[in-house]
Structures are given as C-alpha cells and as structure tokens.
Antibody, heavy 121, light 107 residues
C-alpha cells in the first residue's frame, strides 16, 4: 500500500527551528513533484512549498520565503521541510502530498496524515 | 487575481443533490481539483480534471465552465458531511492555491 508518513512536528518557541520529514513507502517519490500543505487550527488548507522531481526547482508561498526550505532525498524516499524563524502563525498540521499535473489541471494525489507544529510566543 | 472563492457553508437534505462551487479568474486556464476532509483526518482527493480516482463513489462528480469549477454530490449520504476544498495553480502557473473551503452539513 502506498503511504506517506510525516514526522518532526513539535512544540517550539517563536524564532526557533524545526525540520519536518515525510517518508514514502510502497512507491518511489522520484517521479513526483512533492508539496507541503499546512492547516492552522480550525482553518483551511494552505499550500506551503513544492519541489521538482530532481530538486532543481522549488516554489513557496510568500509568507514562508526566506524562512522555510524544501528539499528531498530520492535515494532514501524522503521529503523535508526545514523551518526557521518560526512564528506563532506557523502553528498547524503540516501534510506532505504527491502532485500530478498537466497544462490544464493539477492535483494532490496522495496525502500523509500530517504532523503537528506548535509555535508559542 | 489569484484567488479561489468557495461558499463557507452549504447544507443538503439526506439523499438529495448538492453542488459546491469554486470561483476564480485563474480557472479560465485550469480545472480545479476537489478534496474532502473530515475532522482530524488528512484531505482525500475526490475529483481531478472532472475525473474520479479509483475508490471514490460515483455520486461525486465534477464540472467546469468559465471561471467556475463545481463538485456535485448526487444523493448525499450522512458520511459526506465534511469540509470540501478546491485547488488549482495560480495565474502564473507556478504557485498553488486552495479555496477557503466549504463545510457541508447533511440534514
């Protein structure tokens, strides 16, 4: 069975850092663009960042630029999100997800269960 | 603009049909995908490019016209009570967006 499992979420003070990991099992991450999506408590989904299959391109939402770095290790079937200068508003569940797309559609095909990040002031 | 707009709440009587919509100028270029999320769970892909992934009940269907993508549930079940989100690329094609979500209540 194909599965994504996130880890690394924790309770951290504002200004601190965390590294999230996403491990794939049952399939290879290699062929997929990969994304991190987050959800603040009681709020909607927010796309955070994504990375191309070979790691040569990545994009992120403006609110995390310069603070969060997405990376991947295809040999180990892992996706990462290095989070620095954390803010209270970064609190939430962080999901990793596979992407599929064409010129006229995009979707997140497989999601992990999420890992919780709590940033206190 | 790069925004996707959804009605925050929608309700439907058990067994009836309901349509949840997603509006945005960027949908002139891209079809939206749709996700269902139940409390405490990860989102699940329901519809992409008006197609259903394997395992998604056929009461869920998608359509698209102009700047609106729609998710229709034909014969809503109690277990369909959940939050529904649309997703697409932004105007520039590089960044990704979600709509604000629609909370569906099955009466």
């Amino acid at each position: 069975e194909r599965e994504l499992v996130e880890s690394g979420g924790d309770f951290v003070q504002a200004g601190g850092s965390l590294r999230l990991s996403c491990a794939a099992s049952g399939f290879s991450l290699g062929p997929f663009w990969m994304s991190w999506v987050r959800q603040a408590p009681g709020k909607g989904l927010e796309w955070v960042a994504n990375i191309k299959q070979d790691g040569s391109e990545n994009y992120s939402v403006d609110s995390v630029k310069g603070r969060f770095t997405i990376s991947r290790d295809n040999a180990k079937n892992l996706l990462f999100l290095q989070m620095t200068s954390l803010r209270v508003e970064d609190t939430g569940a962080y999901f990793c997800a596979t992407e599929d797309s064409s010129s006229w559609y995009h979707y997140f095909g497989l999601w992990g269960r999420g890992t919780l990040v709590t940033v206190s002031s | 603009s790069s925004e996707l707009t959804q009605d925050p709440t929608v309700s439907v009587a058990l067994g009836q049909t309901v349509t949840i919509t997603c509006h945005g100028d960027l949908l002139r270029s891209y079809f939206a995908s749709w996700y269902q999320q139940k409390p405490g769970q990860a989102p699940v892909l329901l519809i992409y490019a008006n197609n259903r992934p394997a395992g998604i009940p056929d009461r869920f269907s998608g359509s698209h016209s102009g700047t609106t993508s729609s998710l229709t549930i034909t014969g809503a079940q109690a277990e369909d009570e959940a939050d529904y989100y649309c997703n697409s690329r932004d105007i520039g094609g590089k960044l990704l967006l979600f709509g604000g979500g629609t909370k569906l209540t099955v009466l």
